[in-house]
């Protein structure tokens, strides 16, 4: 069971290339453990529907998947661009207005964000994907910039822009987010990503207007700015305030350079891990399978060290979005998941988990250390918030880890847990023997070729025990 059940997570953009209740219950039966609805595109009639075919696919295949509402926050984009496109070379000086609707071929480029409210003379300004690389020379008015171009090139519609320096004083949740949150709340998403995160501050700010709704998703940080990076202390504050951590490699490296990428993904998947927090590595993992029907060697080599590093997911963009082989990516992805994991263990870190000491930390830190040490084939834990079986997963044992739980709610924010498998059916003292034959039956522990039987240790608790898991049994069956 262990060699074919994949401990780290698969995250998957729903697109263009994937709109049909057909293609996302493909994506999930390939692997797929959570999907990925980027609110910088579409409407939310296409959001409804999209939950909806998510849901059904998840309901038809008996397992929980994982939605992820990723907020566009201050992704700051150029306006609409005549004939979509402007030639630009070094030394040309351009005006950036976000008065300005439309482009007359002039040096004036309208701008969809007020810039000149934030901005300060001598700061970098980068444009297209870091592709045009020019420095802020003036503020020309209460809604114009002028900056100077440094490279040959082009630039095009609705591009985005990148201001590493520049300060955006906490205002990284605009209106746009604030009706999409709206939305989200009512829609009951798992987890929900905040674009551009500066500080944990912005963390605290966001979990504040969710529960103003009502809604008690999880928060996923994506860490994309320079000033979140800056320092291991301003990274694991925000580690710390969140549910979980995206690693945003696309937009860090047009602000923070690609150079500081992979020490930076290392170190966050490495406090992720202390903190027992989720950590998503995202952006170009399969990037050549958006055209090509095989991943590149570099690719396989990306995603086998994210495993490697312990991450709880991989993630797919465009892949799956707007690629030409969506399913065949996550089969691709899959398969070097379980290549790795087969033939190489994670990575040690430094030290323990850190935070406040709870229980069900020392709880899962014995029973993970009892089940590698009697060659068990499960663990299965049995838990009413999924506390202890993030403390398991946080140890990253070396076989599957089942969470049974009465909660719809609790199953879904485990879905992209390192090594866990969710399994909803009401709350029972009756946590033995008779739990392991039920999960057998329901297909979520099968015996493995050449072998007679399972072996499972199973934690659970009395509803009123404290700390929640107090019994640790192991049952053959």
């Known amino acids: 069971m262990s060699k074919l059940f994949k401990r780290t997570k698969i995250l998957a953009t729903i697109g263009p290339a994937t709109f049909s209740a057909e293609k996302i219950e493909e994506l999930i039966m390939a692997g797929v453990n959570g999907c990925r609805l980027n609110f910088s595109h579409g409407d939310y009639i296409e959001r409804d529907q999209q939950i909806a075919w998510i849901r059904e696919a998840a309901a038809k295949k008996g397992r929980s998947v994982a939605i992820l509402q990723d907020l566009q926050g201050p992704k700051i984009r150029l306006g609409n661009i005549k004939d979509n496109r402007y030639d630009v070379h070094v030394g040309d000086e351009l005006i950036l207005d976000h008065a300005v609707t439309e482009h007359d071929g002039s040096n004036v480029i309208p701008i969809q964000y007020n810039l000149a409210e934030k901005v300060k003379v001598g700061e970098p300004l980068s444009m297209f994907d870091g592709k045009i690389k020019s420095t802020v020379i003036d503020i020309v008015s209460k809604t114009a910039i002028k900056i100077k171009i440094e490279n040959e090139g082009f630039i095009m519609s609705h591009k985005g822009l990148n201001l590493p320096d520049t300060d955006f004083g906490g205002d990284i949740i605009t209106e746009k987010d604030m009706a999409d949150i709206e939305f989200g709340a009512s829609r009951d ?73 992979p020490i930076v993904q290392r170190k966050l998947i490495a406090m992720c891990r202390e903190h027992g927090k989720i950590c998503i590595v995202a952006t170009q993992m399969m990037g050549s399978m958006v055209d090509n029907p095989a991943p590149t060697r570099a690719e396989v080599s990306d995603v086998a060290n994210a495993v490697i590093q312990g991450a709880d997911a991989v993630m797919l963009s465009d892949e799956t979005a707007n ?78 880890l089942i969470s049974v739980t009465s909660n719809a709610r609790v199953a879904g924010q485990l879905a992209l847990t390192y090594a866990n498998s969710s399994f909803v059916r009401p709350y029972s003292e009756n946590y033995g023997y008779d739990l392991a034959v039920e999960l057998k039956n329901s297909g979520y522990l099968q015996i493995e070729e050449g072998k007679k039987d399972i072996l499972a240790v199973i934690i659970s608790g009395h509803k009123d025990a404290v700390g929640g898991s107090d019994t640790i049994k192991i049952v053959r069956i």
């Not at 674009?195 to 103003?212: E, P, T, Y």
Request: aromatic share 4%; net charge negative.
């Open 323 to 400: 690629g030409k082989y969506p399913v065949e990516t996550v089969k691709a992805m899959k398969k070097v998941i379980l290549y790795t994991q087969n033939h190489s263990h994670v990575s040690p870190i430094n030290h323990e988990v850190t935070g406040e000491f709870k229980n069900y930390d020392a709880i899962a830190g014995g029973v993970t250390q009892l089940a590698e040490k009697i060659g068990a084939d499960v663990i299965v834990c049995q838990t009413a918030s999924g506390a202890t079986s993030a403390a398991i997963a946080a140890q990253r044992p070396s076989l599957p």
């Open 189 to 261: 998403f798992d987890y929900v990503a905040l674009s551009f995160v500066q500080s944990a501050d912005d963390i605290d700010k966001l979990r504040q207007i969710l529960l103003s709704h009502g809604s008690t998703a999880q928060i996923i940080a994506k860490i994309e700015t320079k000033k979140a990076i800056e320092t291991d202390e301003a990274m694991e504050a925000i580690v710390e305030a969140a549910d979980g951590i995206m690693v945003a490699r696309g937009d860090m490296a047009v602000e923070a350079g690609a150079e500081v990428v």
